[in-house]
């Protein structure tokens, strides 16, 4: 095969490969496990989107400070053409009185100029600092929205998780429930159960329909907004493959609390804008020292001094500009300035003190959304053992419809509320590494 052919279907390939990998959800039906829904609203989900192009709009601010660095050189020509030229009368001896005309009728100059400051105390150096640490500023900014997100797709995954398996859970005892109503009858029919154990149990089953069509309907809404999370269309058909498992962890609450401090973007973002501020303030304090600059022009004209012809001609020049009076306009800058950093620095202590409580809160209810999970998997053995016991002693006659199905309801309250504490236990652990800042 000819070289450049292999080479052409080898990028084709890879990019058609590309392609699908990069659109796996689009009008197909997908199993997603919880890494792959976080990678996959990472790349769709337009909050994230919208703050990376906050970092790139930082990082072209600092495009524009740099160029204060840099000579500014532009070009530009005219033609003027004067309704009378200017002259001067002159009394010469022997010739009499002479007129002389000033310049020419037309006139042509294409001009290029340079200008670069030379010094100017440091203002233009802080304006690009502070360009380049609002680009740190917006990527700590990038990174808390990143965090946030991963959360909520972490708690949107659990959440819909639970409500699988209380659709499950419902649609089991929903049939339990109709069994008993059957065997209900059948006693009935048989003469050894009465009327009121009949209409009980029809009443039970009937009132455990709402229940059923709630949970299914809690179970589409949560795709729903799972799939808005992820940018995903929301005709898109999503499968989540995962458990609710239950690893229990230790957590030191100081620890966490300096690490929190250490990683949190909010913090790193508030610290960058708080330098930002000082360096705002010292060019505000600096605005009424004088600028120096040097401006170099080029002329290409005609004509040129005295000569109607084409010519060149140049001139540098070294300009001092100072303020002397702004209408008090730089005093009010420099007030507004410290009031800004000062305004920061509070915003940051407040910052502090809030994530030490959000750190604390977390903990605590990780210790307690851990000790419910515990006692609620101990709850459904006890409430299987009792509900088997009860079947028994109804089967031989010793127990009411009505102690059936209370039973019933109790190991259903029983799962319920184990696969409710779980899915507590696991979000409230995703909320304390939220928290902490990883």
């Known amino acids: 095969m000819n070289p450049r052919i292999y080479i052409l279907v080898c990028v084709l390939f890879a990019v058609f490969s590309l392609w699908n990998e990069a659109v796996p959800f689009e009008g197909n039906e997908a199993v997603i496990t919880l890494p792959e829904a ?3 609203a990472l790349e769709r989900n337009e909050g994230v989107l919208a703050a990376r192009d906050a970092v790139r709009e930082a990082e072209a601010g600092m495009t524009i400070t740099r160029s ?3 000579p500014m050189i532009d070009v ?16 010469i001896p022997v010739l009499g009185t002479q007129k002389f005309q000033m310049g020419e009728i037309e006139n042509y100059v294409a001009r290029a100029s340079l200008q670069q400051p030379l010094f100017t105390w440091g203002k233009i150096l802080n304006g690009y600092q502070i360009a380049n640490l609002n680009v740190g500023a917006s990527q700590e900014d990038y990174r808390k929205q990143k965090n946030e997100l991963v959360f909520n797709v972490t708690k949107s995954f659990y959440g819909i998780l ?3 398996e209380l659709v499950k859970l419902t649609g089991d005892a929903y049939k339990q429930t109709a069994n008993h109503v059957d065997a209900v009858e059948r006693r009935y029919k048989a003469g050894v159960a009465s009327n009121f154990d009949l209409l009980r149990a029809r009443v039970q ?17 949560a795709k729903t907004g799972f799939k808005a999370l992820l ?12 458990e609710l498992e239950y690893e229990p962890i230790e957590v030191d609450l100081m620890q966490s609390i300096e690490e929190a401090l250490d990683n949190r973007p909010e913090v790193k973002s508030l610290e960058l804008r708080k330098e930002m501020a000082g360096k705002a303030l010292a060019i505000a304090k600096k605005a009424n020292w004088p600028n120096i600059a040097l401006i170099a022009n080029y002329d290409y004209k005609k004509p040129v001094y005295f000569k109607n012809e084409w010519g060149t001609d140049w001139n540098i020049t070294v300009a ?25 620095e509070h915003g940051f202590n407040l910052l502090k003190e809030g994530i030490e409580m959000e ?29 088997s016991i009860v079947e028994e002693r109804y089967k031989q006659g010793l127990a009411t419809s009505l102690e059936v199905m209370d039973t019933q309801l109790a190991l259903t309250q029983a799962r319920t509320n184990w696969f409710q504490s779980l899915s507590d236990y696991l979000i409230t652990k995703a909320k304390l590494e939220k928290a902490i800042g990883k």
């Not at 800058?333 to 305004?343: E, L």
């Open 162 to 164: 639970v409500l699988r």
């Open 231 to 242: 940018g995903l269309p929301q005709d898109t058909i999503i499968n989540l493959k995962g």
């Open 320 to 344: 001092l500009q100072m303020p002397i009076f702004t209408g008090f306009g730089n005093r009010g800058k420099i007030r507004r300035a410290k009031h800004q950093f000062s305004r920061v």
């Open 38 to 40: 976080i990678e996959t």
């Open 359 to 387: 750190v604390r809160t977390s903990c605590l209810q990780l210790e307690e959304a851990k000790k419910i999970v515990e006692s609620q998997k101990e709850n459904i053995a006890q409430a299987e053992e009792a509900l």
């Open 205 to 221: 089953l009937k009132n455990m329909e709402p229940q059923v069509i709630r949970v299914k309907n809690g179970l589409e809404l």
């Open 68 to 70: 204060g660095f840099l």
């Open 76 to 91: 530009q020509g005219s033609y003027t053409r004067l309704a009378e030229l200017p002259a001067i009368e002159m009394e």
